[in-house]
């Protein structure tokens, strides 16, 4: 994916200097977080003072002060280049002989939960593996079942690539998708390696990945089998990666699920507003997320609906009015 640097000739030169390409990705990723403040301030990075530095650090929004030191070693480096290149007005680079306690107040200790689709999509874009931003896709859309059953047998020919559409096999059933999320599907199908992070040092190790039909692949591995799909472990440990990375403590399967159901909710109740009917939703509503979702149900002789009590605990008015600013008025009663 294409990451924007502002003065970008001159990064590339810096980014040159390293050989490896996962090197260089780290750290035109951690760069590309500068660009807003040096739009603002008309100057490079290499050219900040302290403060103007805790300026791009904090609207990185580190989760942990791990992160923020592991963004100012990166930035120190690329000071320290544009030093020995001449290209700083000053020869002293901000950031060396700086304590630790300097990075305590540019941590976000804000712990997210559930994200809406916008933060959703901001997170995918700051993945550094095309295979974690279709998973993740994924599992927002409600397509996982029992130990991500639905995702490990997704291959190339389940997707219709012309209508928008994945066939899940486990419920015989095609789950429309838009172009945006396509997008993501068919980058992780072509992606050729994986970067693993390396929590020690900030960086990533890069691994082939098996080429196969499957959407997730495997990574290379002596216990990799060619031709196989991508294994639950594997799956659990990317996300577990992803959550050191970003230190995303709650980042779950189940709370991406969740994240999608308030989503929907969230579509079906704009509708409602727009066509001037109450921001409540109907059994019918309720039937529609349960379906995508695959939500428990209640069952009552031959009767079943699903278990609006399950949902509640995540769908309900604080968390539609935090993520969407969506007066919600709660759910209808069952024959609405």
Known sequence: MAIKLYNEEIKER????????GSQYTLSHILSKAIYEESRLEKDLYDFNLSEIGEVIANA????????????????????WAIEEGLRKSNINPLKGINDSWFDDLVDNTKKIHYSEDEFYT???????AQDQGFLFLLFHGIMGKSFSQIQPLTYNDVDWNNNEIYIKERDEKIKVSDRGMRYIENAYKAASYLNYDPETGGYKERPLLESDYIIKQASSPRSKEGSPVTVTTLYNRLNNIRTEFDLEHLTPIALRQSGMISLAAKILQEKIANGEEPKLSREDIKVIG??????????GEYSYYNRSLMKPFINAEKLKELYDIDFIEFGSDND
Not at 14 to 21: A, D, G, R
Not at 123 to 129: K, S
Not at 291 to 300: F, L, M, N, P
């Open 291 to 300: 379906d995508k979702y695959q939500a428990s149900k209640i069952e009552v």
């Open 123 to 129: 997170l995918l874009e700051q993945l550094p593996n």
């Open 61 to 80: 929004k580190p989760h942990s002060k791990s992160v923020a030191k592991s963004y100012g070693r990166f930035l120190t480096q690329y000071i320290s």
């Open 14 to 21: 810096f980014l040159s200097t390293y050989e490896n390409e």
